[in-house]
């Protein structure tokens, strides 16, 4: 069975800085990619990172840039997601994704510019992890 475990969400102050985790089983991650999207309370998902598994390749949302570092450990099918600076507004759930064999390039531009159907392309989901950052 296939399984993502999200882990690591709690509560801070502003500027604080936060690790999530998400370890897979019941799959190989090696041809995979692995993305973290961000619920909201009122709003949609979005997008934040993904990380390709075979070379640790990455992308960022803007919005995440240069705050957030997603890293893997293929040795525990795993990825970490480093959040540093967190502001009030990256208070949501956070859910890890996999999609298998993915198009590298096309999940880039989607990063940035089309959640919906970045989220559509993943093939397997975690539960949420609740990120609440206080200001």
């Known amino acids: 069975e296939v399984q993502l475990q999200a882990s690591g969400g709690g509560l801070l102050q502003a500027g604080g800085s936060l690790t999530l985790s998400c370890a897979a089983s019941?799959?190989?991650?090696?041809?995979?990619?692995i993305c973290w999207f961000r619920q909201a309370p009122g709003k949609g998902r979005a997008g934040v990172s993904c990380?390709?598994?075979?070379?640790?390749?990455?992308y960022y949302a803007d919005f995440v840039k240069g705050r957030f570092t997603l890293s893997r450990d293929n040795t525990k099918n795993a990825v970490s997601l480093q959040m540093n600076s967190l502001k009030p507004e990256d208070t949501a759930t956070y859910y890890c994704?996999?999609?298998?064999?993915?198009?590298?390039?096309?999940?880039?531009?989607?990063?940035?510019?089309?959640?919906?159907?970045?989220?559509?392309?993943?093939?397997?989901w975690g539960k949420g992890t609740l990120v609440t950052v206080s200001s």
């Open positions: 994704a996999a999609v298998a064999s993915p198009d590298w390039s096309y999940l880039g531009l989607l990063v940035d510019s089309n959640s919906a159907v970045l989220e559509h392309a993943m093939d397997f």
């Open positions: 019941g799959f190989t991650s090696d041809g995979y990619a």
């Open positions: 990380i390709r598994m075979n070379d640790g390749s990455t």
